[in-house]
């Protein structure tokens, strides 16, 4: 597996030989995969969870059940947190029935949640009193698809040594690794890949309501963003639940809600505009406040079907996932390898509606989305690079974290020569000269019909 440190040199993969036992607190839809594979690796897990039912399958696989984060960190030379929330992470590590009560000195956690990095600091503080060693390695996967197929990548902040001793743990539930500096600084890193997956989120649902609006056939408008400079990993990733109508199951509402307002207020500690970064956070507080928040983390694009008066369902179309309206959809059995080692599914998307004329009108309205799209993708990168930059990484690291993070698609295929704040070249930008700061593909959606 790939490690990368801050300084951009690689590291080499030394095993924790002394690794007997692993605790792992949090068995959800994250947490069961990279289980699995520890289990698959031969290392034995001891695993605890608020829902004991959620551990079912692990324990059924051969992971060990406690009842206390205390029991299950016991003794285990690395204890590895996956949660949903930042309090979540606090209330497993600390107090009696805390985990840091039953590790001995010497060993290693490694909280792979996405949480407040202040969170991290001082349970790192209050591990380091007793001798524990701390490490934040919040996990990247384009979409939970990722953890299955050994996707997973970890932005780690923390000490080098303790990164290297751990390093085959994390190759074993992961593909690649970036040491990123101090501990704090990989949830910083998470943040800025979450901004560019909800930020793109926001701009192809919203052009895909506009397509229909203006009369073009959802799957119409996604097939040609699809295959443009206008397509990301929202467009190739999210797109089909949202033309099914289950806004993909794989991840909660609440947690996009709370990972962009860690990202506005990190922005806020930097000293960073983030313009796109913090309308996108209106977007999603607004979701939060009107959906449930257990709610499929895509009904955000809701917000943009009701302004429009359109569905982008598709009558009869089920997104070739589980975590879509089928549940029941079968594994998948083909897989391809895209340009930077990501191994991704090989799926066919089958409309059940023939495609329709489109009139010179709504092509042109297509053409016109296409350029926005583009030129959205664009200034979100550059937002990223600007939050990077001012947490004092490098312009490298930045990149490699980027590409890993969003995969190799037109978005960072079409850009990769123009990362960096540098003025866009691509074709279908021409468009972008006359677009405002903060686009109507990402402003509020009452200001876009106004």
Partial sequence: MPAVEAGGSTVRATRFRNVERIGFIGTGKMGCPMIAKLLEAGYPVDVYDIKPAAAKDVVEKGARWHDAPRDAARGCEIVITCLPLPRHVFDAMTGEQGALAGMPPGSVWIDTSTTDYKNAVEIARRAAAIGVHSLEAPVSNLSHMGVEFANVSFFVGGPSEAYVRSQAV????????????????????????????????????????????????????????????????????????????????????????????????????????????????????????????????????????????????????????????????????????????????????????????????????????????????????????????????????IRDVITWSVGASAWSDSHAQQYGNERPMDSDTAIAQAMPTVPHLICTYTEELS
């Fill in 170 to 397: 994390l190759q074993a539930m992961g593909a690649v690794s970036f040491h990123v500096g101090d501990i704090g600084q990989g949830q910083s890193v998470k943040l800025l890949t979450n901004l560019l997956f909800y930020a793109a989120a926001v701009a192809s649902g919203n052009a895909l309501c506009r397509s229909v609006r203006g009369g073009v056939p959802a799957q119409q408008a996604w097939r040609r963003f699809a295959g443009s400079s206008a397509n990301s990993v929202a467009i190739e990733q999210y797109a089909p639940f949202l033309l099914d109508g289950s806004y993909d199951r794989s991840c909660t509402l609440e947690i996009p809600v709370k990972d962009m307002g860690l990202t506005v207020q990190l922005a806020d500690e930097l000293g960073v505009g983030l313009p796109i970064g913090r309308a996108v956070e209106r977007r999603y507080s607004e979701a939060g406040r009107k959906f449930d928040r257990y709610d499929s983390h895509l009904r955000v694009v809701e917000l943009a079907e009701v302004v429009f008066g359109v569905r982008l369902q598709v009558p009869g179309y089920r997104a070739p996932s589980k975590y879509g309206a089928d549940p029941a959809h079968p594994p998948d059995q083909e897989f391809l390898t895209d340009r930077v080692g990501r191994v991704k599914p090989k799926r066919e998307h089958v409309f059940p509606l023939d495609d329709v004329p489109l009139s010179d009108i709504q092509m042109r309205l297509l053409n016109s989305l296409v350029g926005e799209l583009t030129h959205v993708n664009r200034l979100i990168l550059d937002e990223a690079f600007d939050l990077g930059r001012g947490m004092g990484l490098n312009d490298g690291l």
